[in-house]
Structures are given as C-alpha cells and as structure tokens.
C-alpha cells in the first residue's frame, strides 16, 4: 500500500475544499470571491499532493504551454473580477492541460459498476469518440 505523507492530506483537503468552492461559485451564478478562494486552494492542494517540484514541471511543459497560459489566464482574469470570461478561459486551459489523462479515467469508470454500464450504452460510447477519448482502454 502506498504510504500517505501528513502533507499530501492536507494538500487533498485543500484540493477538495478548492473544488467545493469552485462548485459553489459556479452554482451561485460565477461569484468571483468564491471562484478565487476555489482556485487558490485547488493550485496549493495540487501543490501539496504531487509536491512543487513535480506541479512546476507539469504545468511548464513546452508542449502544454497554451494550456498552461489559458489556463492561469483564466485564474488572472477571475481574480481581475470577470468570472464568466475567466472561467471559460480556464475550462480551455483545463482541458487542454488534462486531455491527455481523461482516457485514462474513462477506462477507470467504465470498470465501475454501476457507471461501467451508464458508459457502456451506444449513445455514450459515440459521445466519447467524438470527443477524442477511448473507454475500452486498458491502462489504469
């Protein structure tokens, strides 16, 4: 079993608390003081998890550079005061970032019970190939 450092569970629960608030801000119609406190707390939970060295060489890639800058734009231009603006901004970036990881996780949840049959059907399996992923993958 993988050994948990005190660190990287205080960075889930700020990561946690980061999507809650994002969340939230997003169901109160882009409140801009509860998307800026998702935001931080989700960046310093990541932070914590993976560690800061290993964040830094994520997000600064040279071939993920469009997503990094969409992606922390998006965070600049919410904390300016424009939320909706920032937040398509940073969905951008975010999937831009992450594509590369939501196969993977499909894979993952079509090997879970009940979602693995939601996931399964026709209709869902055509969505996930118009959007680039592969449900049927085998790495986890």
Same mark, same amino acid.
């Not at 169901?27 to 830094?56: H, M, P, Q, W, Y």
């Not at 994520?58 to 904390?79: E, M, N, P």
């Not at 594509?99 to 939601?118: K, N, T, Y």
């Given at each position: 079993? /993988?050994? /948990?450092? *005190?660190?990287?569970?205080?960075?889930?629960?700020?990561?946690?608390?980061?999507?809650?608030?994002?969340?939230?801000?997003? =169901?109160?119609? +882009? *409140?801009?003081? &509860? =998307?800026?406190?998702?935001?931080?707390? !989700? =960046?310093?939970?990541?932070?914590?998890?993976?560690?800061?060295?290993?964040?830094?060489?994520? !997000?600064?890639?040279?071939?993920? !550079?469009?997503?990094?800058?969409? +992606?922390?734009?998006? /965070?600049?231009?919410?904390?300016?005061?424009?939320?909706?603006?920032?937040?398509?901004?940073?969905?951008?970036? $975010?999937?831009? &970032? $992450?594509?590369? !990881?939501?196969?993977?996780?499909?894979? +993952?949840?079509?090997?879970?019970?009940? =979602?693995?049959?939601?996931?399964?059907?026709?209709?869902?399996?055509? &969505?996930?190939?118009?959007?680039?992923? *592969?449900?049927?993958?085998?790495?986890?």
């Amino acid at each position: 079993m /993988i050994e /948990i450092t *005190d660190l990287q569970k205080i960075g889930i629960g700020l990561a946690g608390f980061g999507v809650s608030f994002l969340f939230l801000g997003v =169901l109160f119609l +882009f *409140d801009k003081g &509860l =998307l800026a406190i998702g935001n931080i707390l !989700f =960046l310093s939970g990541l932070g914590c998890v993976t560690g800061l060295e290993r964040t830094f060489r994520f !997000f600064f890639q040279r071939h993920k !550079f469009k997503g990094t800058s969409a +992606f922390f734009g998006g /965070i600049l231009v919410v904390l300016m005061g424009y939320p909706l603006i920032g937040m398509i901004i940073e969905s951008y970036g $975010f999937f831009a &970032l $992450f594509s590369g !990881f939501f196969p993977v996780a499909i894979g +993952f949840l079509s090997r879970v019970p009940i =979602l693995g049959s939601l996931i399964n059907r026709p209709f869902m399996q055509r &969505l996930i190939q118009k959007l680039g992923g *592969d449900a049927n993958r085998t790495t986890v």
